[in-house]
């Protein structure tokens, strides 16, 4: 199993992508997420953050997304606005999201790359999204989710969240 991964690993590391057989699945397993990002946790219009500035431990030794990829997720979120993160949450001090807003979305979904192991697979999301305060002040607040797949009959089905999110 160790050396199973570590191989994997060595592949991403080399030829910047996974392994051919693995493509197709990345992209099943992506999409079945997006779907369920959009049923469980978007609403109102959506961008999606094609920078991961806030997946960027989850995601470091897995490629950036190509255009078709970006495309194909941008079509399942109903059109959803593509882009860094900084170009959707603007923020008066970094640090605290209360002084953070939207601009041009009501929600930015960040999606990680999916770790695969057998029929399985883990994909990191986290969402953005805007509100307002009791006294009408516009704030940003963020949810984090391990969202757990399994294969069945060669299709990648979302079976739910795995403990440890967090919202912020």
Not at 83 to 111: K, Q, W, Y
Request: contains cysteine; aromatic residues 4%.
């Amino acid at each position: 199993m160790a050396s199973a991964l570590i191989y994997l690993l060595a592949l991403l590391n080399v030829t910047g992508a996974p392994p051919r057989n693995q493509r197709e699945d990345v992209s099943a397993i992506e999409a079945a997420v997006a779907r369920y990002a959009m049923t469980r946790f978007l609403k109102g219009s959506v961008a999606f953050d094609t920078t991961n500035a806030l997946m960027l431990r989850v995601d470091q030794l897995r490629p950036p997304r190509s255009r078709q990829e970006v495309a194909r997720l941008q079509e399942i979120l109903h059109g959803a606005k593509v882009g860094a993160l900084t170009d959707f949450r603007i923020c008066t001090d970094p640090h605290n999201t209360n002084t953070c807003v939207l601009r041009g979305a009501d929600a930015v979904l960040s999606m990680g790359r999916p770790v695969i192991t057998g029929d399985t697979a883990i994909v990191t999301i986290r969402v953005i999204a805007a509100h307002k305060s009791v006294k009408g002040q516009s704030f940003t607040a963020s949810r984090s989710e391990r969202v757990q797949l399994a294969r069945k009959d060669a299709k990648w089905l979302v079976r739910g969240l795995l403990a440890g999110g967090s919202v912020s």
